[in-house]
């Protein structure tokens, strides 16, 4: 329908001497380092805030990010996470954790125990870049989430490549009947959205609705669509 249903928080390094540091290349570094705890961090206390500032305005919007491995699995994780809520005044709801298959099944039944706890909390969570991993499926039946993205991978080639087509249709099948949300990452064209629609998938990310952009320009994006 072009109604927007929630915002990514995405980083991005801008340096003076090396220009625009992109992702792929910082990111890597900082999970070896460690220093992937201080970023993420940082970047849960500043979605927060911005999110915190659109439900201030009336004008809430969802904002989910992205949780490293390292960073879930730090002992105070869940208690981090509350006190940021707490302390900024947001509603739990506005908050999303994307966390990658290789955090849930790396230990189970500690990861498990966790999502019960943040769920507890009222704070939203997905399974990001899905099927680019490994899932039990026995412990995904388990573990409270409420939406699965759809990696960007098997998006690309749509509708023409035939693989991507099967496994696409599988996903959003199967999560329907698990009763879960669907997000197509990384769609780029009308073909590509139609035929996800086609397929049911309700919802989806990327460049044909906009690029990433500064908190400012993206509130003149909420105002042009239709909202939640």
């Not at 954790?97 to 706890?117: C, F, K, M, P, W």
């Amino acid at each position: 329908t072009g109604q927007l249903l929630a915002a990514e928080a995405l980083i991005r390094w801008s340096d003076l001497d090396l220009g625009n540091v992109p992702p792929s290349l910082f990111i890597p570094l900082a999970e070896e380092t460690g220093f992937i705890i201080t970023i993420g961090n940082w970047v849960l206390e500043e979605a927060v805030r911005q999110a915190t500032a659109w439900q201030s305005r009336g004008t809430p919007v969802v904002v989910s990010i992205n949780v490293s491995a390292l960073q879930f699995q730090q002992s105070d994780f869940v208690e981090m996470v509350a006190n940021v809520i707490k302390s900024a005044g947001l509603a739990p709801h506005l908050l999303e954790l994307e966390l990658t298959e290789s955090i849930l099944v790396r230990d189970a039944n500690e990861a498990l125990g966790r999502l019960h706890a943040l769920s507890a909390l009222g704070v939203a969570m997905s399974i990001d870049d899905f099927g680019t991993g490994y899932s039990s499926l026995a412990y995904l039946k388990k573990f409270p989430i409420s939406k699965l993205k759809i990696d960007r991978s098997f998006v690309t080639g749509l509708p023409a490549d035939e693989s991507d087509r099967a496994i696409v249709s599988a996903t959003i099948g199967m999560a329907r009947g698990l009763r879960l949300k669907v997000v197509a990452e990384g769609v780029e064209t009308i073909a590509q959205r139609d035929y996800l629609a086609g397929l049911d998938c309700e919802s989806f990310q990327g460049y044909l609705c906009s690029p990433g952009l500064p908190a400012h320009e993206f509130e003149v994006l909420m105002k042009s669509l239709p909202h939640a």
